[in-house]
């Protein structure tokens, strides 16, 4: 909804995804802010804000596969794990450049989900979620069991990115290459479901049988779902490894796969701010359970150090269930709920 | 050679009469309301837990403890639909779901609290004897696994299509307007379905933490059953008790002659791959209903 007193004249207008000089404003502030974090903020901060970027793009992946086309896949972290793991195996054995790993990662990460995604020709609802599940565990073993590629449970340790003269080996820098990449691709997924291919994805959610009838192939559309899902999570995985470094198999479990799905329902399904809401707050969600337990354990010193970690579980889930008890649309629908009101603000409609 | 296989097609059979117990919890709560409930593992560990705390702390004699262990269950499940899955009815079902996988990690997290990292012994409920056939050995007490499921599974059975309240859940499945209709009320429906659900989880925990004690892995049934329930059919009850069996054998199988060649871990996967075999061949599970499909 547009701001009261503003109309589309032109065709550009209308298409404009930044409409209003406030929103170019807002906008290159927020920009600024993001990139200038760095000359400011501590290593914590750093390392957070990184993380929420990196799992930003995984989890966006998955918005377009669940959100927009109504896929529902839990083996998200798998694919990250093959896209770190192939990023890693291109730069190290076949000594690729950095910018052309990320994208072998990408390709492989997608090919693997279409493998997966053919299923979808046949399967539907959660039967097709849980061939994702599958997936999930059928890679997790090969990450496991092919040990002359991925090192089995010691994991390959990473060595620094470097795009022509630049390493990136500082936490600062480190930084700046997921938050660039996290932004360009926040902006792919954009102007992605903005296409025929966007829309023909939120026909076949919509309904996949008056999708098919429109001329819409229903394989070919899924599959490209499929493709751009894993390959997000691919780009994410290459960034993971190249953030911490090191990859592992413990890394990329069931339970990462489903708390992707998490952010995702949290944040608000079918949309690009959903995941961006839902990765910040579960993220700052688990630092804030993280940061309680202490504080619990002082509390009823009874229980000991050892319920260290099952306590902030508990907390963490507590606050899901009641969020979503609440709000079962996830926080974009408030977010949008809010815009509007503020848009309109003297008037009730 | 062939006395390996045979007794692990009898292990896995026993093991497998399990998972058929605690899938069939699944599918009563898809089968009322769409839902696939990932806080089966969950209910199922803390039911356990109950039912260890009774007679291993408070020390209640063995009958009492685990009547009031399945009551605690029940009323766990009605607290669930009660409280986090009636107000957002209506709502995108996953949603729901995801309540469902959350309400699992509090139940893990207060298992954790209370059983500990290095699980607790719990008290021998079942005899702990062994039959020999021929050189292939039965452990009585997974025999009695085995007769309770089948006895669960006659009770679902005639309960599903005999019973007026069974018929009306699976009306209830349906249309919710339709069975409205009918002088039907669809929350209390909802509310049968999750004590029920949860009871048979509870004596699916009592049960195997009787067999293997009582420890955080446990949940992973809860996994294993769901891959039952998709073989065989969301909907189901038949499914879940025939094919349950086939994933134990399954699993040992894999275990006996797949794991020297591949190197391990292979139980975890291979029934993973048969699903997916499966559900290519027949999308919705072996005995699933076909969706019938309009515009």
């Known amino acids: 909804m547009l701001p009261s007193g503003t109309y589309n004249v032109r065709y550009e207008q209308s298409m404009a995804i930044f409409r209003t000089r406030a929103q170019w404003i807002l906008l290159a502030l927020f920009l600024i802010a993001l990139f200038t974090v760095p000359l400011y903020g501590s290593r914590y901060i750093l390392s957070l804000i990184s993380m929420i970027g990196i799992t930003i793009i995984a989890v966006e992946g998955l918005g377009i596969l669940t959100g927009y086309s109504g896929q529902l896949s839990v083996g998200q972290a798998a694919f990250v794990g093959v896209g770190a793991y192939t990023s890693v195996i291109c730069m190290q054995r076949f000594e690729m450049p950095f910018l052309l790993a990320i994208l072998c990662a990408g390709l492989a990460s997608g090919l693997i989900g279409i493998i997966f995604g053919l299923a979808a020709v046949r399967i539907k609802g959660f039967y097709l979620a849980m061939t994702t599940l599958a997936a999930q565990f059928i890679l997790g073993w090969c990450f496991l069991h092919l040990r002359s590629w991925t090192g089995g449970t010691e994991g390959l340790f990473v060595k620094p990115a470097t795009i022509g003269p630049l390493v990136f080996a500082s936490a600062q820098s480190k930084y700046y290459l997921v938050m660039v990449i996290t932004v360009i691709m926040i902006f792919f997924a954009k102007n992605l479901m903005r296409t025929r291919l966007g829309r023909a994805l939120v026909a076949i959610r919509d309904n996949d049988l008056a999708a098919e009838v429109m001329g819409i192939d229903l394989l070919l559309y899924k599959l490209i779902a499929f493709f751009i899902c894993c390959f997000f999570a691919g780009v994410a995985g290459t960034l993971y490894a190249e953030y911490v470094e090191f990859v592992n198999p413990v890394q990329y479990t069931l339970e990462d796969s489903i708390l992707y799905v998490g952010m995702l329902i949290v944040g608000g399904m079918g949309s690009i701010m959903g995941p961006i809401f839902g990765v910040i707050f579960m993220k700052l969600l688990n630092e804030g359970a993280l940061y309680l337990t202490p504080i619990l354990t002082d509390m009823v010193p009874a229980l000991g150090g050892a319920i260290f970690s099952a306590l902030s579980t508990a907390v963490y889930a507590i606050v899901i269930i009641l969020f979503l008890v609440f709000e079962p649309k996830g926080i974009n629908y408030r977010w949008t709920i809010f815009k509007n009101q503020y848009r309109l603000y003297p008037f009730a409609y | ?295």
């Open chain 2, 1 to 295: 050679m062939s006395d390996i296989f045979i007794s692990s097609i009898i292990y896995g059979i026993l093991i497998g009469a399990v998972y058929s117990l605690i899938a069939l919890g699944y599918v009563v709560i898809f089968k009322s309301s769409k839902i696939v409930s990932f806080a089966q593992g969950g209910i199922l560990l803390i039911g356990a837990t109950i039912a260890w705390a009774l007679l291993d702390v408070v020390k209640l004699p063995i009958v009492l403890a685990i009547i009031v262990a399945l009551i605690g269950c029940a009323i766990l499940g009605l607290a669930i639909e009660r409280f986090t899955l009636r107000p957002i009815m209506g709502q995108p079902l996953l949603s729901s779901v995801m309540i469902t996988v959350a309400l699992l990690w509090l139940f893990d997290a207060i298992a954790v609290l209370t059983v500990t990292g290095a699980g607790r012994a719990f008290p021998p409920l079942m005899p702990s004897g062994v039959f020999q056939l021929g050189e292939v050995r039965i452990s009585q007490a997974q025999l009695l696994v085995f007769i309770i499921a089948i006895i669960l599974f006659i009770i679902f059975t005639i309960f599903y299509r005999y019973t007026k309240v069974g018929l009306a859940m699976r009306g209830t499945a349906e249309d919710h307007e339709v069975i409205q209709s009918f002088g039907i009320k669809v929350t209390n429906i909802y509310s049968l379905t999750w004590g029920i659900a949860a009871l048979t989880a509870g004596i699916g925990g009592i049960l195997m933490a009787s067999v293997l004690n009582l420890n955080i892995s446990l949940e992973l049934l809860g996994w294993k059953a769901l891959i039952v329930i998709l073989i065989g059919g969301l909907e189901s009850i038949t499914g879940a008790i025939i094919v349950g069996p086939l994933v134990g054998i399954l699993e040992t199988l894999s275990t006996v002659y797949i794991d020297p060649i591949v190197g391990g871990g292979m139980r975890d996967v291979a029934p993973f791959i048969v699903m997916i075999i499966v559900l290519l061949i027949r999308p919705y599970g072996l005995f699933g209903l076909k969706k019938i499909e309009r515009i």
